[in-house]
């Protein structure tokens, strides 16, 4: 059965810095895999979408990689704001069905 | 835009109640989720239904039902609600086409935060 994990749990930075969330899914046959943002009590907003074939994703200050061989993407934020303080998610698609399989999430605080 | 719309942002009920959670969609879209998401553990998903009247148990079903009577509406039933229950719930929806490498990305509500007491 597929798992996602995601570590750290928890992420503190000042402003400025750049922001490194990792995501490592057990089984390496997936079909896409997607990033969300999710603030408190909200629900979830999709930031990157790639798809197997796929290396990469940009948009604006996010780069998502995927490495479907060693079972890792990445999530990069550049010069992280205090708006970016949320709870990101990382997902794969582990089947033609179209399901999500989720990771617990990271936690980030930006401090100004 | 997709637009997924789950009728109650909050609910409150009682322990042995019959539940109803409702989700609708506007975009014609044939796959439909349950999920629900607890705080260490991420989203788990309940049910799916990749058509009307169709339905699939995700990896946690116990205590759940659900009904697809319609393709824009899923509707997740506790059959008598308990305190185990009380979580945020999620509904999604996408388009059932997948090529051999991609499937379609969700699109998810904006959730129901339900308190059993």
């Known amino acids: 059965k597929q798992e996602v994990t995601q570590i750290p749990a928890a992420l503190s930075v000042p402003e400025g810095e750049n922001l490194v969330l990792n995501c490592s899914f057990t089984?390496?046959?997936?079909?896409?895999l997607q990033w969300f943002r999710q603030d408190p009590g909200k629900g979830l907003t999709s930031l990157l979408l790639?798809?197997?074939?796929?290396r990469e994703q940009t948009s604006g200050r996010l780069n998502a990689s995927l490495d479907k061989s060693s079972g890792r993407s990445t999530l990069y934020i550049a010069a992280s704001q205090p708006g970016d303080s949320a709870t990101y998610l990382c997902?794969?698609?582990?089947?033609?069905?179209?399901?999500?399989?989720f990771g617990a999430g990271t936690q980030v605080v930006v401090t100004p | 835009d997709v637009k997924v719309t789950q009728s109650s942002r909050y609910l409150v009920k009682r322990t042995g109640e019959k539940v109803f959670l409702e989700c609708v969609q506007d975009m014609d879209h044939e796959n439909m989720f349950w999920y629900r998401q607890d705080p260490g553990l991420g989203l788990r998903l309940i049910y799916f239904?990749?058509?009307?009247?169709?339905?699939e148990k995700g990896d946690i079903p116990e205590g759940y039902s659900v009904s697809r009577e319609k393709k824009e509406r899923f509707s997740l039933i506790l059959e008598s609600a308990s305190t185990n229950q009380t979580s945020m719930y999620l509904c999604?929806?996408?388009?059932?086409?997948?090529?051999?490498?991609?499937?379609?990305?969700?699109?998810f509500g904006d959730g129901t935060r339900l308190s059993i007491l």
């Open positions: 089984d390496s046959a997936i079909y896409n």
């Open positions: 790639i798809q197997s074939s796929q």
């Open positions: 999604a929806s996408s388009l059932v086409f997948a090529t051999s490498t991609s499937v379609q990305p969700q699109h």
């Open positions: 997902a794969v698609y582990p089947d033609s069905w179209g399901k999500l399989q």
């Open positions: 239904s990749y058509d009307v009247k169709m339905k």
